[in-house]
């Protein structure tokens, strides 16, 4: 893949204009609140519980979004990706409207955080599009109309004239459009919200990889890090698809998918004003799924299922570059400049889960690829619920034990899976 660097050279890490940052742990210390992992999750709940006056202790591993949420597509959803008639029949009629209300608010939530904290992130409120590969790609977008239109989704099916229109592609048979939906910088959104969680008081540690939990009896938390003991009233575990063996705790159980995103140079401007002009983030109906979007700078970001860190890689940088050719032969060989991958952490019922470690102790996890607006509003309701309000603060019932006996099996069959597919041409254009 001409002029291609190394899948670590993400797109988002060079181009976040945002900073914060925190020495490693050196000494051992004591907090009302510690947080381990500081993505999405970890940093919004971090903001929240400062700002309601705790001392909070924020532990990360690496650096500050290393994980899932410095390598995300960006897309600011609203909604989890199962349809809200789903969610109703899984989780029973008011829990599931419980947790699709909280979920319809969550780009609001993260657009006036943005506002509120002056966060520069390349925010942009220009919906998102959900595109239709295929005639039954457009009868599934159909349905998904009529169940959001029920639940008061502002959506609307686009035909596929004012698609091409949209996406400056003609490979799409229609899409629907959610205007509550936008996009952002993932890695600046997170830094900033990290950043102003300092600036709220919470102290921030980088490099401070947590290597045990422990209960204390009288109630309370002491965790480890780099060596140092750390005592916190309260405990909340925020590392999703990332998380790190610590000794007296177990893993959150899930599935892992992994996704790959492959940017180009900025385009040309005759060729930008054709390309997704309004700005949406778009992905598509196809069960090995792929996303395009741009960013502020004009670069075409395509991204697909698979893991081109590993031994596909090959494979899925094939698949990258006749997937973009196909959806826009006017790039022909415009270079991917950056290509990188993460981790989803996916729950076998496609629902996120808040996991009770013990008393004033959760672990959050399993956003299934909607990490952005799920993650804020879950890490504020975290801090909500260790501030005080209890579990009542959750969108969603917490559960004593959650496991998932098939996620190796399953997260194997979908990386073979997302191989198989991106080894033959991408389909044919619509006609």
């Known amino acids: ?30 907090a009302d609140l510690a947080i381990v992992g500081a993505g999405f999750t970890g940093c919004a709940a971090a903001l929240e519980a400062a700002g309601r006056g705790l001392n909070v202790i924020l532990l990360e591993a690496g650096r500050i979004s290393d994980g899932g949420s410095g390598r ?57 599009l959900h595109l239709a590969h295929s005639p039954a790609g457009l009868r599934d977008l159909g349905d998904r109309l009529a169940q959001g239109l029920r639940h008061g989704a502002p959506l609307a099916l686009l035909d596929r004239a004012e698609t091409g229109a949209r996406t400056g592609s003609r490979a799409f048979h229609g899409a629907l459009l959610d205007p509550r939906a936008g996009t952002v910088q993932p890695r600046a959104y997170c830094t900033g919200l990290a950043r102003a969680a300092i600036a709220a008081g919470a102290r921030l540690h980088e490099a401070s990889p947590v290597t045990s939990v422990a209960a204390l009896p009288g109630g309370g938390w002491r965790l480890a890090a780099n060596g140092h003991e750390i005592r916190a009233g309260a405990l909340l575990i925020a590392t999703n698809a990332y998380h790190r063996p610590a000794a007296g705790m177990a893993a959150p159980q899930h599935a892992v998918v992994a996704y790959s995103q492959y940017a180009t140079a900025p385009l040309p401007a005759a060729l930008r004003a054709q390309i997704l002009p309004g700005g949406e983030g778009c992905w598509d109906t196809a069960m090995v799924m792929s996303s395009i979007r741009t960013d502020s700078a004009g670069r075409l970001i395509l991204g697909g299922m698979g893991d081109a860190g590993g031994p596909g890689r090959a494979v899925h940088d094939g698949w990258a570059r006749r997937k973009l050719r196909r959806l826009y032969p006017a790039l022909g060989a415009l270079p991917f400049v950056h290509r990188w991958q993460g981790r989803i952490a996916m729950t076998a019922d496609h629902v996120p889960k808040v996991l009770e470690l013990g008393p004033g102790g959760y672990a959050v996890f399993g956003y299934s690829g909607r990490g952005i607006a799920p993650g804020t509003v879950f890490g504020r309701a975290a801090a909500a619920a260790l501030a005080g309000d209890g579990p009542g603060a959750f969108p969603l019932p917490v559960c004593r034990a959650h496991a998932e006996p098939f996620r190796k099996p399953l997260s194997a069959w979908y990386e073979a899976g997302a191989t198989l597919v991106h080894a033959v041409d991408p389909p044919p254009f619509a006609r």
């Open 72 to 128: 995300n597509v960006g897309l600011v959803n609203a909604g989890l990706w199962l349809p809200p008639d789903t969610v109703l029949a899984q989780m029973g009629e008011a829990a599931g409207r419980r947790l699709i209300t909280a979920l319809a608010a969550g780009p609001q939530e993260v657009f006036a955080l943005i506002e509120r904290h002056g966060i520069d992130c390349e925010p942009r409120r220009a919906g998102t």
């Open 1 to 30: 893949m001409t002029g291609a660097r190394e899948p670590q050279a993400a797109l988002w890490h060079d181009s976040c204009r945002e900073t914060a940052s925190g020495a490693p742990l050196d000494a051992p210390t004591t």
